[in-house]
């Protein structure tokens, strides 16, 4: 297949690299007379191809496949939008909803080699994404990890979420990632227990997606956040959940309604004993009312229970880990756009 990247902005040029990549076609570079010409929104749309696809896979917002379809130009003969959102209501066929971020958890935790792309989206080193064992219910310390970054202020509800989980009656059951930093996996990555990363001379730090060091994981049995949108149409499963699912833990996500059920048909598997109706409530302060209560009552629960709870459900957490190997990359029939422009 003739392609040319003619995206010069950086980031939106390794995500087109990568979309290469993981689509696994044959790709001969060209820049004149390509049968695919990939770009970004600050360009104009290109000329002298069968299909003009913009690539716009970084930086979720909440209904962004809507804005998309007010954009004059998508209605041009041969021009996409691939883009990492999916909106059930969207009839408009010429948006691509493609499971970028699946694509780029499954690439780095089983040490993917990009042919295009020399410097991966938000990779910071092999030991950030290594798999342990899961722990034994008796190794476990505590009841939840929460990782919540605050940098977007749009965040509401995870803020909200970050001041309940500081509370005392919380903050001595998990580990919390705002305002005490969380160390990434590439801190002495063998380390099992928290302790002896607490302890080490070694400082914390985040800069951009950085897996939260195993060690939580092993003593925890939860993980407690606020995924990226807290409302809208628009669903999108990212390393928020992704990371806590492979690294075997049961999640509470907050996010907009329906969030709950997508990751579900995205062949997800989650625990009975935790009650997710809360994902069916509409109005936003509502469900996060009863998402605060379902977290309540989870975090009232002994650590003998949890411990049972780990025991009886190890079927969930290998079934999700094994994703990584068994689920295939998403991918785009490239030849299928090509021939429905003949």
Same mark, same amino acid.
């Given at each position: ?10 980031? $939106? ?55 998309? $379809? ?108 705002? =305002? ?14 928290? =302790? ?14 950085? =897996? ?26 990212? @390393?928020?959940?992704?990371? =806590? ?34 994902? $069916? ?12 209560? @379902?977290?309540?009552? &989870? ?17 969930? &957490? ?18 299928? &756009? ?5």
């Amino acid at each position: 297949m003739k392609v040319k990247n003619s995206i010069s902005h950086t980031q $939106s040029n390794v995500c087109a690299s990568m979309f290469l990549d993981f689509n696994g076609n044959a790709v001969e570079f060209l820049d004149d007379n390509a049968d695919v010409v990939l770009f970004d929104s600050a360009q104009e749309v290109p000329s002298n191809s069968k299909i003009k696809i913009c690539v716009d896979l970084a930086h979720a917002s909440e209904n962004k496949v809507k804005g998309w $379809s007010n954009v004059g130009w998508i209605n041009d003969q041969g021009v996409y939008v691939l883009q990492e959102c999916y909106d059930p209501e969207s009839q408009f066929p010429k948006i691509i909803s493609y499971d970028f971020l699946w694509n780029r958890s499954k690439a780095y935790y089983t040490n993917k080699k990009f042919r295009h792309c020399s410097c991966p989206w938000y990779y910071n080193s092999p030991e950030n994404y290594l798999i342990q064992q899961l722990a034994t219910a008796d190794k476990k310390t505590r009841i939840f990890l929460s990782a919540n970054k605050l940098y977007r202020p749009s965040t509401t509800f995870r803020q909200r979420l970050v001041e309940v989980l500081k509370t005392i009656t919380y903050n001595t059951l998990g580990y919390s990632g705002s =305002p005490m930093l969380l160390f990434g996996n590439h801190v002495m990555p063998n380390v099992t227990t928290v =302790p002896l990363l607490v302890n080490s001379e070694q400082v914390p730090s985040v800069q951009g997606y950085m =897996p939260v060091h195993n060690a939580y994981y092993n003593e925890t049995f939860l993980s407690v956040y606020g995924e990226t949108f807290e409302y809208g149409n628009s669903y999108v499963v990212t @390393e928020k959940t992704l990371d =806590p699912l492979l690294k075997g833990h049961f999640v509470l996500p907050f996010a907009n309604a329906g969030f709950i059920q997508y990751v579900k048909s995205q062949g997800w598997c989650l625990p009975d004993f935790i009650d997710y109706s809360y994902d $069916s409530i509409y109005d936003n302060n509502l469900r996060f009312v009863s998402y605060c209560e @379902e977290l309540d009552r &989870l975090l009232n629960l002994s650590m003998d229970k949890w411990r049972q709870h780990w025991v009886d459900n190890l079927d969930i &957490l290998h079934y999700n880990r094994n994703q990584l190997y068994k689920r295939d990359y998403d991918r785009v029939d490239l030849e299928k &756009l090509l021939e429905a422009q003949e």
